[in-house]
């Protein structure tokens, strides 16, 4: 996949795995029309792993973590799963990391596209795809949008409540 562009998902259940050569922090954003979670639980990551139709999977450090997304158990009102990943690592940057997303088909493992964001820089924190339904039908978008203020600035863009919020600035590409 190439920068915005998305595809119609032909499995119900789906894992959004996302891998680089260091160690990645995954999480899901549940969204609803306005691009906002109707509250902290729709955030799911390591500390949460579990919520309506979403759920984080650890990759115990010999995997990609991943997101696993059923979206016929998705509930009424929630349009998008945003997936993003941040460096595990304080101060890390994507500047020379090159993560790549796969979508699988959760039943099977068969990979149903693959994106890698071009040109990473001084981001700490990425919106890497997006899960969303358009029609009654729910696809998937590369999207590769970096944050330099990491994933408080994602979660705070999104609505998330962060002890220490900080207003989300896309990084300059």
């Given at each position: 996949?190439?920068?915005?562009?998305?595809?119609?998902?032909?499995?119900?259940?789906?894992?959004?795995?996302?891998?680089?050569?260091?160690?990645?922090?995954?999480?899901?954003?549940?969204?609803?029309?306005?691009?906002?979670?109707?509250?902290?639980?729709?955030?799911?990551?390591?500390?949460?792993?579990?919520g309506a139709g979403v759920t984080y999977r650890s990759g115990g450090g010999t995997a990609p973590d991943a997101i696993v997304v059923d979206t016929a158990a998705v509930p009424p009102g929630i349009e998008k799963i945003v997936v993003t990943a941040s460096p595990d690592a304080a101060g890390q940057t994507f500047r020379g990391i090159e993560p790549t997303a796969t979508i699988r088909n959760a039943d099977d493992s068969s990979v149903l596209a693959s994106f890698t964001p071009p040109q990473l820089g001084?981001?700490?924190?990425?919106?890497?795809?997006?899960?969303?339904?358009?029609?009654?039908?729910?696809?998937?978008?590369?999207?590769?949008?970096?944050?330099?203020?990491?994933?408080?600035?994602?979660?705070?863009?999104?609505?998330?409540?962060?002890?220490?919020?900080?207003?989300?600035?896309?990084?300059?590409?």
């Open positions: 996949m190439t920068p915005g562009s998305n595809i119609p998902l032909s499995a119900a259940r789906v894992t959004v795995d996302v891998a680089a050569p260091v160690r990645l922090d995954v999480s899901g954003l549940l969204l609803t029309a306005d691009g906002k979670v109707r509250s902290d639980d729709d955030f799911i990551f390591y500390n949460q792993p579990s001084d981001e700490t924190a990425l919106v890497i795809v997006e899960i969303y339904l358009r029609n009654g039908q729910w696809k998937a978008r590369a999207v590769g949008q970096g944050y330099a203020n990491g994933l408080a600035g994602i979660a705070t863009d999104f609505g998330v409540t962060v002890e220490e919020p900080a207003a989300a600035v896309p990084a300059s590409r």
